[in-house]
């Protein structure tokens, strides 16, 4: 299995799990994934992500992926304990259109950090050849 069917079987994961309350989403006892407001990504946390044997370039090849964490119990292994997505990721088809795009991983991850969190407005400015510089004028204004 590669990174972008990972992907997006983890967002269907949780799309279809409980959410017994705001920004967390579990399966059974489990906590999958932690909305993260002060960040504005979509922490999918373990042992959703530390069993999968991808590398951190792996992981960096998707766009929706802004950024990974290792914690102590795994900085001597290649897995990471955390894997933070875009919030557009559970927007209905945006993760396919952003995907279909074509995208730079790296462009989106930079639009993030801008405040560019729709992804209509990521694939618009990527289509568009929107320098990453400029992007923040989009950040917000979704």
Known sequence: MNVFKMVEDIVAQIREADQPMQGRWQVGFEVIAVARPESDTIRVRYPVVA??????DEWLSHPAVVSLSRTARTAHTREFDAVELAPWVLDDGALDAVV???VDPDYARAAHRAGVTDAWQLIEAWRN?????FLSALGGAA
């Open 129 to 133: 050849g929107i320098l990453v510089e």
């Open 51 to 56: 069993q999968l044997p991808f590398t951190a």
């Open 100 to 102: 279909a795009a074509e």
